[in-house]
């Protein structure tokens, strides 16, 4: 039987902790880790909305070294299930990947908390109704059609460097590729918007390449 302790994190002070909401994660997932088996790259993404959602009603923003615990405690209680594997060996910490969809499944919720701030106050100010209709891209994590980026690095940058890197070893660990790939989709979305050459594509996302266009 559990401690009621057993599934915290301390991730807001020394005497707060952030319980990670498993009991809100659908059973047919909770079995499938509990078994040791890899979730699938959609089950991934709801464990990661599921924890982020619970997370931001107590820590509006949440930075990266109060989600790294959360990480670290999921992989540590599941590590056949989500220890980023290159082989049979264990990528540094085992956590990297899930630690990088909990970023960024936080910095889109931001996205679209501003968005919908600044069309609530254009409403206001106009006295006309907002757009009814969410852009397509917000399907995928993005609510612009053209995203805008901070200068020098990002998140998704450096995970596209780690995509790069992957693509030149000989055994690569598919979970971890498919995090990564839909983690990097606004970057992806950005290039392919400002209709770079194909050869430049290829370069820079070469499993996009490889595996909807076989090239």
Same mark, same amino acid.
């Given at each position: #039987? ?12 020394? $005497? ?41 009603? &107590? ?17 540590? +209680? ?5 220890? *980023? =594997?290159?082989? *049979? ?39 006309? +109704? ?6 397509? &891209? ?6 612009? =059609? ?14 596209? &460097? ?5 693509? +030149? #070893?000989?055994?690569? $660990? ?6 990564? #790939? ?8 950005? *290039?392919? $918007? +400002? ?8 370069? $820079? ?11």
């Amino acid at each position: #039987m559990e401690s009621p302790l057993e599934n915290c994190v301390q991730v807001i002070s020394k $005497n707060s902790v952030f319980e990670i909401p498993y009991n809100k994660i659908p059973k047919s997932a909770i079995s499938k880790l509990e078994r040791g088996e890899r979730p699938t790259p959609a089950e991934r993404r709801q464990i990661v909305r599921i924890v982020v959602a619970e997370l931001l009603e &107590t820590v509006p923003t949440p930075r990266q070294s109060q989600l790294e615990p959360i990480a670290k405690e999921i992989v540590g +209680k599941y590590p056949r299930s989500f220890s *980023d =594997y290159i082989g *049979d060996s264990v990528i540094g910490g085992g956590h990297s990947s899930l630690l990088c969809q909990l970023i960024a499944r936080v910095e889109n919720c931001r996205r679209v908390s501003s968005t919908q701030l600044k069309q609530s106050l254009s409403t206001e100010s106009t006295g006309q +109704k907002g757009p009814e209709k969410v852009c397509a &891209t917000a399907k995928y994590g993005c609510t612009e =059609y053209q995203p805008n980026f901070p200068e020098g690095e990002s998140p998704e940058t450096v995970k596209r &460097t780690t995509l790069v890197e992957d693509w +030149k #070893m000989e055994t690569r $660990n598919a979970s971890v590729v498919d995090s990564l #790939m839909d983690n990097t989709y606004p970057l992806l979305r950005l *290039d392919v $918007n +400002k209709q770079l050459p194909l050869a430049l594509i290829k370069e $820079n996302w070469s499993f996009l390449c490889f595996f909807l266009l076989g090239i």
